[in-house]
Nanobody
Framework: QVQLVESGGGLGQPGGSLRLSCAAS????????MGWYRQAPGKQRELVAD???????NYADSVKGRFTISRDNAKNTVYLQMSSLKPEDTAVYYC???????????????WGQGTQVTVSS
C-alpha cells in the first residue's frame, strides 16, 4: 500500500557530506511525521532525526549540528543532509513514516528497505 524508497547512501569521507532521500508513494491519504533511523552492526536501531508535517525537528545528540532533516510535502519526500561525517556514522539508514492510508481508520508506521552509509578514508 505504501512504499518508502531511499537513495543517496554510499561511501563518505571523514569530514565529508552525504545526502539521503526517501520518497513515499502508494495509497497515501496523509503523511505525518517522517524520520531517519540507523543501525550499526551489533547495535540496536536508533533514531537519527525526525520531522513533523509542519516542520518541527528532533535530533539525536550524536548528530546535532552535523545533520539536517528536511521534507518536501508536495513530493512526499524526506531528506537527511549529513555533514562533518565521522566513522561512527557508519550504519544502515532507514526511512520511517507515519502514514494514513486511503480508507484506513488509523495511521501506521512504514519503513524503507535501508541504505548503507559507510564513512571511511
Amino acid at each position: 500500500q505504501v512504499q518508502l524508497v531511499e537513495s543517496g547512501g554510499g561511501l563518505g569521507q571523514p569530514g565529508g557530506s552525504l545526502r539521503l532521500s526517501c520518497a513515499a508513494s502508494g495509497s497515501i491519504f496523509s503523511l505525518y511525521a517522517m524520520g531517519w533511523y540507523r543501525q550499526a552492526p551489533g547495535k540496536q536501531r536508533e533514531l537519527v532525526a525526525d520531522i513533523t508535517r509542519s516542520g518541527s525537528t528532533n535530533y539525536a545528540d550524536s548528530v546535532k549540528g552535523r545533520f539536517t532533516i528536511s521534507r518536501d510535502n508536495a513530493k512526499n519526500t524526506v531528506y537527511l543532509q549529513m555533514s562533518s561525517l565521522k566513522p561512527e556514522d557508519t550504519a544502515v539508514y532507514y526511512c520511517n513514516a507515519l502514514v494514513m492510508v486511503i480508507g484506513a481508520m488509523s495511521a501506521k508506521n512504514y519503513w524503507g528497505q535501508g541504505t548503507q552509509v559507510t564513512v571511511s578514508s
